[in-house]
C-alpha cells in the first residue's frame, strides 16, 4: 500500500473564501528520492507565493513522488511530479556546472520545479476557470509560468532565467529534429528558451541587456521583447481580474 505524506496549503483568495492546494508525498524509497524530497520541502514557502499570485477557488491536489509527469491531469484535479524528475534536473544542472553563473545546481533545480509548477498550475487554471485558447494551450502556460514568478518574487525573472536555461540545456542534446520533435504539444526546447528570455528581457530591459546582447537583431528584439511583456503582462491583469476567485 502506497504512504502518504500530506500538508494542506491554505491559500487567501480574498475575505470571501478560501480554496486549499494539497501537497501530498509519496514516501520515498532511495536516498535519491529522499533528496528530491528535501529539496521540495525546502521551497513550500515559495510555492504558497506562486499559487498565491493567481489564486482559485477550486482544490488542487500536487503529488510528489508520482509516477509519471510533470502533468495536471484534471479527471482528478491533480499535478503529479515524480521525485526522478527533480533528481534528473539536478542532474542535469550538476553535470554542466551550473554553479560557474553564480547559481548553485540545488537552487536553480528550485527554480526549475517552480517554473514547472507554475507551467501546471497554468493548466490547472485554465481548466477550473474554462478559459479560452487559441493556440498552443503550452506555450500559453509557459508564458504564464514565468509571469507567475515575476510578479510572486522580487528576484522571480532570476528564477525564470533558471529555468530557460534548463531549456537551453536539454536542447543541447538533440542531434537531430524528428518529426516528433515538430508534432509535439510543446514548442521546441530552444523556442521556450528564447521565449521565456524575451518576457525576462522586457520585464526590465536594462538590467537583462546581457541577454540578447549576442543577437544579430538585438535592438529589434529588445523593442519587440518590451512589447511581447507589456502586452502579456496586461493580459496578465485582465486574467486576474476576470478570473478572481469570489
Not at 499570485?53 to 510533470?70: F, N, R, S
Request: proline share 3%; hydrophobic share 40%.
Amino acid at each position: 500500500m502506497t504512504k502518504w505524506l500530506a500538508t494542506a496549503l491554505l491559500l487567501s483568495c480574498g475575505t470571501q473564501s478560501q480554496a486549499a492546494v494539497v501537497s501530498q508525498f509519496i514516501e520515498t524509497e532511495t536516498r535519491q528520492e529522499l533528496k528530491a524530497y528535501r529539496l521540495i520541502k525546502a521551497i513550500e514557502p515559495q510555492l504558497q507565493q506562486v499559487y498565491q499570485a493567481l489564486p482559485m477557488q477550486h482544490k488542487l491536489t500536487v503529488v510528489y513522488g508520482a509516477q509519471d509527469g510533470p502533468l495536471f491531469a484534471p479527471e482528478v484535479m491533480q499535478i503529479q511530479i515524480p521525485y526522478y524528475f527533480v533528481t534528473e534536473v539536478l542532474n542535469r544542472f550538476t553535470k554542466d556546472e551550473y554553479q560557474k553563473t553564480g547559481v548553485s545546481p540545488k537552487a536553480a533545480t528550485q527554480d526549475a520545479l517552480l517554473h514547472t509548477l507554475g507551467h501546471e498550475y497554468g493548466h490547472a487554471y485554465i481548466y477550473a476557470n474554462e478559459i479560452i485558447v487559441l493556440g498552443r494551450e503550452e506555450d500559453a502556460v509557459d508564458t504564464l509560468a514565468t509571469l507567475l514568478l515575476i510578479n510572486a518574487f522580487e528576484d522571480g525573472a532570476e528564477i525564470a532565467l533558471s529555468a530557460a536555461d534548463l531549456f537551453a540545456l536539454e536542447d543541447e542534446d538533440i542531434d537531430e529534429l524528428v518529426e516528433d520533435d515538430f508534432s509535439d504539444e510543446h514548442s521546441l526546447d530552444a523556442q521556450r528558451y528564447h521565449a521565456t528570455i524575451c518576457l525576462i528581457y522586457g520585464s526590465e530591459p536594462e538590467k537583462y541587456a546581457r541577454l540578447l546582447a549576442g543577437s544579430e537583431q538585438g535592438t529589434e528584439r529588445g523593442t519587440m521583447c518590451e512589447q511581447e511583456y507589456a502586452r502579456q503582462n496586461d493580459n496578465w491583469e485582465k486574467l486576474k481580474s476576470r478570473y478572481l476567485a469570489k
